[in-house]
């Protein structure tokens, strides 16, 4: 982690370690692909084995109250933000143009403001993201993540609009 200042602007620098981020998606039962870009790593992410879709839903639909009481993980759908995360999410299409179910593609940043704080105000570090991520990803497949609002992620499991 080194802090950057470029005139009256910080910027707060991860350096994550590609191998960590690729064995951390694999303990999480998924297969990835990663792209290491100057300012974020971009996880190609989907699931072979699994029939149901992943557990990403419309926190608005009355019929998945249950699941959004549950949550830990909650999704901006007018920005595909995982809030209060250094995380953005979006979907991913097959060759059809069908929404895939069974994977998406999110986006690590590299770069945050030095006034960014996680939740609970803990202090930021790569191995504090490399936890947060396991825990997304966990949370994909087997908790929920709540999708709030807007056009641009949509929800892959439950009732959700057409």
Same mark, same amino acid.
């Given at each position: ?18 191998? #960590? $981020?690729?064995?951390? !998606? ?6 990835? &692909? =990663?792209?290491?870009?100057? %300012? ?57 143009? #069908? $929404?895939?179910?069974? !994977? ?6 590299? &770069? =945050?403001?030095?006034?960014? %704080? ?45």
């Amino acid at each position: 982690m080194q802090l950057l200042q470029a005139g009256p602007h910080q910027l707060v620098l991860l350096e994550y370690d590609l191998e #960590a $981020l690729t064995s951390l !998606s694999q303990q999480a039962n998924f297969l990835v &692909e =990663l792209q290491d870009t100057p %300012r974020a790593v971009i996880f190609d992410l989907w699931t072979q084995e699994r029939e149901a879709p992943l557990l990403l839903f419309d926190a608005a639909e009355p019929a998945n109250l249950g699941w959004f009481s549950r949550c830990q993980f909650y999704i901006d759908g007018a920005t595909g933000q995982v809030l209060q995360t250094p995380i953005s999410i979006g979907n991913k299409r097959d060759r059809g143009g #069908a $929404l895939s179910l069974h !994977s998406v593609r999110l986006r690590l940043a590299k &770069e =945050l403001s030095p006034n960014f %704080r996680l939740p609970g105000k803990q202090a930021l570090s790569e191995q504090v993201v490399y936890g947060l991520l396991f825990n997304f990803l966990q949370a994909l497949q087997q908790v929920g993540v709540a999708v709030c609002g807007g056009p641009v992620f949509v929800p892959l499991s439950g009732r959700r609009e057409r």
